[in-house]
């Protein structure tokens, strides 16, 4: 066995980033590659035991920043000035070998996506204590009884055997903190937490926090904590640096960056304001009716759709909201025929709906679209946007030439970006933009319904509510209406009219938003209410105190 790399003794701060410089390549169409500069000279200081939150705008270089403190740069960025100071050395002058040893054994770094991070080929026990036998800190029967002891500390289920399971058999709450566990497994001085709880629902995210900051306080280490969520932030970081196109906006306390913020910029996140959209009153029949829908995977062994009952009427909002696993990407399956239901019917512009996506007309596939949660995904990377938005009018409209390229300057019109973005590529686009071409897609078909799956659960709140205000004025224009799919209690507030709450494929709440948003609740639409983390220091504590309160009753 490898013998552990020893730590070097030091008492000035554990991360010490001086003028960091980044750079990346970037291959402008027609154009020969250039560099640009991505981040602009940001240092920082993160003490022993500290944590210090990264927040910010998508591309404002939070994880590029995060990344650094294990001398990596993603693909195509280099860092190309300055210095990044871990326990008293620069790492940037160790070599390949010596960035090799201090990697998942000094730093240690925690995914926003665990799914992808890690490997469905093995089981999670053994991807858990890798890093650690690797780096020689232990013989594998002292790691693993290590790692049963953080699966404890981190509340996850059967932490004797959960190890034993393959990635596919846990949820994606539970995936989250095994990773955490696993980059805890090492003993680090460091953890980089990337987005950690984006994409979970706010009931799981809730325990995942909880998770996380009970283990950082409890072990000693020292984390950076990447996020454009400031509700989430507060609730673990000691310091808040704000960054923007790569450069510090602000930093400070965190009570301080929340209370009495100094910058305008920082100001606009901070107060950051939903919109406040007006429930509307049906006024004609429904154009979606969904009846009794019970759908099975497995051959109809596993129910995940339980007599399912909803209506949508035209020019309004049904939110969908419930945690991973309660149905609401199923419901969206069944309607648009990716999961035949094997009970009930769907009513669809006053025609009842094959089943099976096969056997819908064009018609059904022009007037019923979808928009994804990942625009980055959800996009061909080698078309242009005005490929990409003019495809939808060819298929269904058979334009062509002028007609269809008048078409498409509309509807950029229409998604406020304009004709000058017509030959740029995804990869030049940001995490908003890339979600309006997604809207000025489906817009493109003309539909009578968009299916919105998690549309604003991967942008920061600045971006995400601009995308929130469009799809209400194009709802408004257009009298398209949406079935909005989300975890985010403030996006049902803000864009809904209705709202249906789902649990293990059940609907178990459903009525006007005024209805459904006024007590008494039932226990989970309580629960799901009372996990929205709110901007207040010390809310997670209470939040946490409530579930066991409630518990203790129960």
């Keep these: 066995m490898a013998k552990a790399a020893a730590k070097t003794a030091h008492d000035g701060p554990l991360l010490d980033i001086r003028n960091l410089k980044i750079e990346a390549t970037v291959y402008p169409p027609g154009e020969e590659p250039k560099q640009v500069t991505i981040v602009h000279g940001v240092s920082l200081t993160l003490q022993k035991g500290k944590v210090l939150g990264l927040i910010g705008e998508s591309g404002a270089g939070k994880s590029t920043i995060g990344l650094s403190s294990m001398a990596y740069g993603r693909g195509g960025v280099k860092i190309t000035g300055g210095e990044v100071i871990l326990n008293g050395r620069d790492i940037l002058k160790g070599g390949a070998k010596g960035v090799r040893a201090l990697r998942g054994r000094e730093v240690c770094y925690v995914a926003q996506s665990a799914a992808a991070a890690f490997n469905p080929a093995h089981r999670l026990m053994d991807q858990v204590v890798e890093a650690a036998l690797e780096h020689g800190t232990g013989k594998r029967a002292e790691l693993e009884k290590r790692a049963v002891a953080l699966f404890r500390k981190l509340s996850l289920p059967n932490p004797e055997t959960i190890g034993e399971r393959y990635p596919h058999q846990v949820s994606g709450g539970q995936l989250q903190r095994v990773m955490t566990a696993m980059a805890l497994c090492s003993e680090p001085d460091l953890i980089v937490f990337d987005e950690p709880t984006t994409a979970l629902d706010v009931t799981t995210q809730i325990d995942v926090l909880a998770a996380i900051k009970d283990a950082i306080r409890d072990t000693g280490v020292a984390a950076l904590y990447i996020t454009h969520d400031l509700a989430v932030v507060a609730q673990v970081s000691d310091e808040i640096m704000v960054l923007r196109h790569g450069r510090l906006v602000e930093w400070g306390g965190t009570r301080q960056i929340i209370k009495e913020p100094r910058q305008e910029y920082t100001n606009a996140l ?29 051959g109809g062994e596993v129910k995940v759709l339980k007599n399912v009952s909803v209506d949508i009427h035209p020019g ?29 019917s769907i009513t669809f512009a006053g025609r009842t709906l094959s089943n099976a996506l096969k056997d819908r007309t064009k018609n059904d596939l022009r007037e019923l679209q979808m928009i994804y949660q990942m625009a980055d995904v959800a996009m061909n990377p080698r078309q242009t946007v005005g490929t990409i938005i003019g495809r939808p009018l060819e298929f269904y409209f058979n334009m062509r030439g002028r007609e269809r390229d008048q078409r498409i300057a509309e509807l950029l019109e229409k998604i406020e970006m304009g004709k000058g973005f017509v030959d740029r590529y995804p990869a030049e686009l940001s995490g908003g933009q890339k979600q309006r071409v997604c809207i000025a897609r489906a817009l493109a078909a003309k539909p009578k319904l968009i299916i919105c799956d998690e549309v604003t659960s991967a942008l920061d709140p600045l971006v995400a509510n601009g995308i929130l205000k469009l799809l209400l004025a194009l709802q408004a224009e257009e009298d398209v209406a949406y079935m909005f799919i989300t975890h985010d209690l403030a996006t049902v507030k803000a864009i809904a009219d209705s709202i249906a709450v789902m649990y293990r494929g059940e609907v178990v709440r459903y009525g006007p938003k005024s209805q459904v948003l006024t007590p008494p609740f039932d226990a989970y639409t309580d629960l799901l209410l009372s996990s929205v983390p ?21």
Excluded: C, D, F
């Design 534 to 554: 709110e901007m207040e220091l010390g809310w997670l504590e209470k939040a946490i105190a409530g579930r066991r309160m409630a518990a203790a009753g129960n």
């Design 270 to 298: 901070v107060s950051v304001h939903h919109i406040e959209h007006a429930e509307k009153t049906p006024t004609t029949a429904p154009v979606l009716s969904v009846k009794n829908v019970t759908a099975s995977y497995g």
């Design 316 to 344: 309004q909002t049904l939110a969908v909201v419930g945690e991973s696993g309660s149905g609401k990407s199923t419901l969206a399956r069944a309607i648009t025929g990716l999961l035949p239901p094997q009970e009930g």
